[in-house]
C-alpha cells in the first residue's frame, strides 16, 4: 500500500469515477467524471478498472505528495505536470517513488485533467459510487472540493518486481483544438415537436458560445435564440439524461452535464452523444460549438467502437515496455 | 386513450444513445401515476442485463441502457412488456405521513406573499393548505425530494419572479400546482410558505431518503417552540414519525 497527500488542491479537484448509477429514483444525480474517455484511460494505464476512482481537476491541477512507490496516470487536457519539477508526459504511465511531489500548471488546452493511481483512490463508495457530488454534499472525500492535507489510501508497487509501464499511442490522444467551433453530434429529440421549423434550423446552423455559467451540471450556451412552437412551459416534468440540450423559454440552450439534476421540466430539441461529451466539457467560456444530427443507429455504433476501443486498449493502442523495480 | 390520459398504447421514444422514455399517459393524475408505478415496479424488478437503471416520473419511466450490451429492439420489447403486465406486481405499500410544519414568519417568508395574491389570510392559507393530502407522485431533483400533487386550487401560485439563493432543508413550498418539502438546502424560486423539521433526507440514516413514491403526506401547524423539540428529538433519533400504511386500494382523490 501507498499513501497520497494534498499540498496545494488547486481551483476545483473532486474525487470522481464513472458516476452513481441506481440512486435517480432516490433523486441522487449519476456525477462522475465529466470527461469519461480520459477517466476510463488513465486507470487503463495504471492497470485499474475503468471504473476506479480518479481526481478531476479544474483549470489547474493540485500539487500532491506521494509516500510509497505506486504508478500514476494523467490524461485530459494538457496542464503540464510535473514530478520534483521536472516534466513529465501525460497520457502515459509514471512510476512515482517515496516523497516524490506531482504538481501542475494550468490548463494549455481544454479544461479538465484526470489523475490516476494504481489501485484508485480509497474513499467510501456510496450508492456503489465513489464520486463526488457538490451539489449533494456526498461522495468523494465529504462530499466537497479537496483541501490541502487530504490523504488518501492507495495502490502501491513492491520492491524488486517487473511493472508495464504503458504509452497511449499519439494518434489516439483526443486532440482539443481551440481554434473553431467543435462540432458536437446528436440524436434529434426527444421534444423536437416543441420547436418550430424555423428553431430547429437555428439550432443545426447556428454557432453557440460557452458562457460564464458553465459547470458540472450545465453548459449554458449563447447565440442565436431557438423559437418554440406553442406553449414551451407545457411540457411535464420527466428524466433527464447527461447530454440533453434543454431549451427554456428564453430560447438559450443548456446542455447537462454529469451532475445534472435527476428531473427537469424544459422541452429538449436534442440531445449529445455519449462519446462527444468529453468534447463539450473540455471547453472554456468563450470556446464555439456546432450541432450536427445523426441518426440513432450511427450514435450507437460510435460507442460501440469506444466500447471496443477500451477493451483492446492494451492490445491494440498503448505501446507496453517492462521495467524492474529495485 | 381513457379518460384520465393513461394511453392504450405507451410511446416509446429515445432520448440520447443509452435511454429510452416509455410515457404511459399524457397528463399528472392519479390513474397516470399508478399506471407509471406499477410499470416501473415490474421494470425495477425484472430488468435484464444491460440496463441500467429505470427512473420514474409523473407520467413517464427513463430507461438507461448500454446499447453494446442490448438492443434498442429488446429494451423497447421489455418496457411494452412492463406496461402490460397483468397481476400480481410487488409495489410499495402507500403509507400516510403525518409533518408537523411551522407556517409563515421567518420559517416560512413567502406565506404573505400567496395570502395577498389570493386575497385572504395567512390563517385561511395555512387552513386550505392542512386540510388536503399530498400524493407523492415520484422522489427527483435532489435526494428524496418528492414532487407532489394535490393543492388546491385556491393556492395556485407563481413562483417569486427572482429565486431565493438559499432554502434550508426542511422548506416546504409550493409553485404553480405543485408542492414540495426539501431534503437539502437549495436555491428555489417556489413560494416558501412553511418549514418543517422532520427530514425527509437525512445520509446519517440506514435508510436516507424518507418517503416512496405513492405516499401521502399530511402537513399539520405546530408552534416554533414544537419545531426546536422536534427537531432536537429528530437529531437525536427519539422522533416517532407518525406514519400509517394504507391498505385500501380506493384512495384516488388527489
Known sequence: MARCRIVNPGPLTTVQDLGRWGGQSLGYCIGGAMDIFSLKAANLLVGNEPEAAGLEFTYQGAEIIFFGRTLIAITGAEMGPMINNNKIPQWETIQVNNGDVLSFGT???????????????????????????????????????????????????????????????????????????????????????????????TFYSAEYTVSKDADRVGYRLEGERIEHKGEAGKLISLGMVTGAVQVPGNGLPIVLTAEHRTHGGYPCIATVITIDMPKLVQCRPGDTIRFEKITLKKAQELLEDEESFFNDFDLKYVEKREVYVR | MNERGVYNKPIIRPFGDSCLILEVGDQISYEVHLKVKRTYFYARDRKPKGIKEVVPAYSSINCHYNPSEISVRNVEAFLQQAFEAKGEI?????????????????????????????????????????????????????????????????????????????????????????????????????????????????????????????????????????????????????????????????????
Do not use: W
Open chain 2, 90 to 254: 410487488e409495489e410499495a405499500v402507500p403509507r400516510r405521513i403525518r409533518i408537523p410544519t411551522v407556517f409563515g414568519g421567518e420559517y416560512g417568508p413567502d406565506l404573505e406573499r400567496v395570502a395577498s395574491f389570493h386575497r385572504i389570510s395567512q390563517e385561511k392559507v395555512v387552513e386550505i393548505f392542512t386540510r388536503g393530502e399530498y400524493l407523492n407522485y415520484f422522489i427527483g431533483f435532489m435526494p428524496g425530494k418528492p414532487y407532489l400533487g394535490g393543492l388546491p386550487a385556491e393556492l395556485e401560485t407563481p413562483r417569486l419572479d427572482v429565486p431565493r439563493t438559499h432554502l434550508p432543508s426542511g422548506t416546504v413550498v409550493l409553485y404553480g400546482k405543485q408542492v414540495a418539502i426539501f431534503g437539502l438546502p437549495q436555491p428555489s424560486g417556489a413560494n416558501c410558505i412553511g418549514r418543517s423539521p422532520i427530514k425527509v433526507y437525512d445520509p446519517s440514516r440506514e435508510n436516507p431518503v424518507l418517503l416512496r413514491m405513492g405516499d401521502y403526506l399530511k402537513f399539520y401547524p405546530i408552534e416554533k417552540e414544537d419545531f426546536v423539540r422536534i427537531e432536537q428529538e429528530v437529531m437525536s433519533g427519539r422522533y416517532q414519525l407518525e406514519i400509517e400504511e394504507i391498505r385500501e386500494a380506493v384512495y384516488g382523490k388527489v
Open chain 1, 107 to 201: 490548463a494549455h488546452s481544454g479544461l479538465r485533467a484526470y489523475l490516476a493511481v494504481k489501485g484508485g483512490f480509497d474513499v467510501p463508495a456510496i450508492i456503489g459510487s465513489r464520486s463526488t457530488s457538490l451539489k449533494e454534499m456526498l461522495g468523494g472525500v465529504e462530499g466537497r472540493a479537496l483541501r490541502n492535507r487530504d490523504l488518501f489510501n492507495i495502490g502501491g508497487v513492491d520492491k524488486r518486481c517487473s511493472v508495464i509501464l504503458k504509452r497511449m499511442k499519439k494518434e489516439h490522444i483526443p486532440f482539443r483544438r481551440c481554434d473553431g467551433p467543435i462540432v458536437l453530434r446528436t440524436v434529434e429529440g426527444p421534444h423536437q415537436e416543441y420547436f418550430s421549423k424555423k428553431g430547429e434550423k
